[in-house]
Each structure stands twice: as C-alpha cells, then as structure tokens.
DNA sequence: CTTGACCCTGTAGTTACTACAGGGATTACT
DNA sequence: AGTAATCCCTGTAGTAACTACAGGGTCAAG
C-alpha cells in the first residue's frame, strides 16, 4: 500500500479542487486557510487535509454561505461541531437567499411590465424612458 | 408665479433625490451626473435638471439596471432616444435577473434540503458538515 | 546551460457604493 | 463681530469576493 503523503504546491491545490490559484491565498488571507508549511524556497506546501479543507470551503460557497460563516463552520470543524448552530447558520442564510430572491422577483416583475409597454420600434417615444422621467413633486 | 431657478448644494441635491451624499461624487466620477458649476468657494451648485437626472438614476437602479446600462439610457436622453434599443436593454437585463433568480432558487432549494437533515440538537453528528466534508475522490 | 512554467510578495482592479480625514466655507445665533 | 455647528471640498480607503498583474526568484525538463 502506497502511504507516501501527498503534498501540493499553491497551483495543483487550486487545479485539485477547482479555484484560482490566486483565491487559495485570498482565503489564507481571510483566514480560512493556513499559512502552510514552506519550502526552503518559500513555497506553500499543501497537503491532503488542505485540499479537503478547500473543497469544503467551495462547497460551502456553492451552498450560498458568505465567506464569514464559511468560517464559522470551519471554526467548529475544528473545535466542536454543533449541529444546532450549523442548522441556525443554515436558516439563516436560507431567510437571507428568500430574501434576494424576492427582491430580484419584484425587480425583473416590474421591469417586465414596463418593457411591455414599449413599441420596441425605432421612435423617440418609449414607455420606459418616460416612467423614469416620470416629473417628481 | 414664482420662476426663480432653484438650486441645490450637494447634500441638498442628495437629500431630494433620496440617495448618498457621497453617491452624488460617485455617479459624477462615473460619468452619470455631470460635473456641474461651482461657487467661488468651490462648493457644487445643481439645478433642477440635475435633481431630474439624479431621480432617474435612482429609478433605473430600482428596475436592476447596472450603472453601465443606466449610463447608455443617460446617453439615449442626451442624444436620441431610440425605443428600440431601449427594449433591447431592458429585455436583457429580465434576462439576467432571471438567470440570478434561477440560481439562487437553486441554491436555496438545495441548502433546504441539507439543512432539513440536521437533528437540529447540541450534538457533534451534523448532516450538513458531513454533506460539505463528503471525502474526494 | 537554457527555457518555460511555477512560485513568491505586493499591489490594484472589478461593482456599487459608503465612510472618514483634514481643512476651508457657510449659516444661524448670541 | 464672534462663535459654534454644520456644510462643503478633495483625497483616500473600506466593504464582499474575488481576480489579475508585476518584478524577481525557483524548479523541472530538454
């Protein structure tokens, strides 16, 4: 059996788990990531359990979690989990995306009707123009 | 009747269009509001027209317009308004709003059904983090 | 050895704002 | 007139989440 310990540089973590290269140091910043151990070059050593870490950063991303409770999560892994909080991060995030969504729905609703109001044809008078000319007070 | 030129400073201007004092330097820098007369002080004096302009900048980012679009209807009003194009900004920016609802739908829809997997208790077993730990291949 | 790709750090850009600092100007009140 | 509070000016920098570039050192393959 093959023990030998993979080790990653900045690149192939980033090519492993499918980010720029640049946002593997964007999360070190942030301090999501380690700073890894080094080279004598100064190269970022990365390992298994980096890779792991950063999959479960995009998956989080990809769940719609903002970078702050990424990083609670990530607290937790590695502290202790608590699933009561982890639900209570989800609900949240769950309220907060409702939220943008009904935005978004009210936005691309009304624009709609008004759009529909154009002639679409090549004149100077246009429905859309005039309701955000519309005179104030 | 009264057909004195009103006209506002700033934070005046701001304040009747219902925006950021700094937002009115914002959208001067990019090119939405012009950069208007000054006093001999230096202090930013608008008129009417600019509170017009202004209202409709606020609208048309009420409608999801982005500044770049917002700027091309500026441009429109400024030269000739063609009703066709008009349409044709608006269509696609519907477009555009339902391509980020549909994601966020998704996105909500898929983090629903991870976070309705959790216990919801003070415990370490947490289907949530295990969904974001799942192991790589 | 050479070359190309990689790494390092630092800086800055994207979108749409928003806030702060230092210093001058204005306004209202005494 | 003096004073204090508020406003304005320009410039700078911060927010979220990245992404790109520059100059210079390092590594690996031919």
Redesign the pocket.
Known sequence: MNTKKREY????LAKAAS?????V??YEQKGLMPNPPR??????RYSQAHLERLIFIKRA?ELGF???ETGKLLSMIDGEIDCSTVQDIALANIELINAKIADLTQIRDSLKETASKCTGEHTPECALIERLLTPVV
């Open positions: 540089s900045r690149g192939a980010v720029n290269i640049e946002t140091r964007f080279t004598t070059a100064g190269y970022r991303k903002q970078l702050e």
